[in-house]
């Protein structure tokens, strides 16, 4: 039995499938030359190197995990305030 979820991708994939044939069959020189423009436009992309791309992988996991913790100390404040105001106990 196959789950919910991959019969859902299979009817996706079948029509982006059949998308992409009639549009081939119907306008058969544009989507050769899209598919060639956008291969010579790939080479001219300016790719990051290894150490670039780890760099900013960990600043940005840096700044999440600071802005993570700021936000549960600030989350932990207001419901001690808020538990203090109401007299209640969380």
Known sequence: MIPNY???LRIV???ITI???TL???KKNN???MIIQSYKELKQVSWPSFKDTLNITVII???TAIISL???G???LLINIISFITKLKI
Do not use: N
């Open 6 to 8: 991959y019969s859902k």
């Open 13 to 15: 994939f079948i029509i």
């Open 19 to 21: 998308s992409i044939v």
């Open 24 to 26: 081939y069959l119907v």
């Open 31 to 33: 989507v050769i030359k």
């Open 61 to 63: 996991t840096m700044v």
């Open 70 to 72: 700021i936000i549960w």
């Open 74 to 76: 600030l989350d932990t």
